[in-house]
Nanobody
Framework: QVRLVESGGGLVQPGGSLRLSCAAS????????MYWYRQTPGKQRELVAT???????HYADSVKGRFTISRDNAKNTVYLQMNSLKPEDTAVYYC?????????????WGQGTQVTVFS
């Protein structure tokens, strides 16, 4: 079992920055990868960034060069630094943990944090 708690969302003007945090607790040793997703009403959840336990990182094309995913293993926390924010980045952001247990995969989700970019 893994529990995820996100924080750091809020209101920001275009061009501004926010840093989201996702603190994991529980069976963190079994986490194979961490993900940041985002979702707006009426749209499918979009994968924004990934960081694996080995440190491999991937970004959606829409955020490359603006967002940075990182982790602090000592704090069991993953971050999403978001710079040069645009109105289209407005969404609820979720972190997710991929857990591998005896070969089986299970995904855990946080509660989400709202990011609103407005003029």
């Amino acid at each position: 079992q893994v529990r995820l708690v996100e924080s750091g969302g809020g209101l920001v003007q275009p061009g501004g920055s926010l840093r989201l945090s996702c603190a994991a607790s529980g069976s963190v040793f079994a986490i194979a990868a961490m993900y940041w997703y985002r979702q707006t009403p009426g749209k499918q959840r979009e994968l924004v960034a990934t960081i694996s336990s080995g440190g491999t990182i991937h970004y959606a094309d829409s955020v490359k060069g603006r967002f940075t995913i990182s982790r602090d293993n000592a704090k069991n926390t993953v971050y999403l630094q978001m710079n040069s924010l645009k109105p289209e980045d407005t969404a609820v952001y979720y972190c997710s943990a991929e857990v591998r247990d005896l070969g089986a995969r299970r995904d855990y989700w946080g509660q989400g944090t709202q990011v609103t970019v407005f003029s």
